[in-house]
């Protein structure tokens, strides 16, 4: 079982930077395949970026690659999406989410069996 609690959120201006932490309990932690999803108001959760449990394989959606980058430390149980060149159209809620152990990659939210409650991320123009 894993607990996610995600933080870093903000309001901020177009082209900015944010950083985003997805802190996790549980001792399957580190043999589980973590991802961010996004949120936005009247729209789908969509995928953003996920991490194998190594940290050593990372995907990325269109939108996200090149400006956004994820990863992990698995000996403080953390998953970071740090987001660069910030657009208004990533304005949404922001959720860390894992798989269960020895499941693989996924952009699917429905094969995630545990998320957090989110963390508001708003950039202005």
């Known amino acids: 079982h894993v607990q996610l609690v995600e933080s870093g959120g903000g309001l901020l201006q177009a082209g900015g930077s944010l950083r985003l932490s997805c802190s996790a309990s549980g001792r399957t932690f580190s043999s589980s395949f973590i991802a961010w999803f996004r949120q936005a108001p009247g729209k789908a959760r969509e995928f953003v970026a996920a991490?194998?449990?190594?940290?050593?394989?990372?995907y990325y959606s269109d939108s996200a690659k090149g400006r956004f980058t994820i990863s992990r430390d698995n000996a403080k149980s953390t998953v970071i999406l740090q987001m660069n060149s910030l657009k208004p159209d990533d304005t949404a809620v922001y959720y860390c989410?894992?798989?269960?152990?020895?499941?693989?990659?996924?952009?699917?939210?429905?094969?995630?069996?545990?998320w957090g409650q989110g963390t508001q991320v708003t950039v202005s123009s």
């Open positions: 989410a894992a798989r269960r152990t020895g499941y693989g990659s996924s952009s699917d939210p429905r094969d995630y069996t545990y």
């Open positions: 991490i194998g449990w190594s940290g050593g394989t990372t």
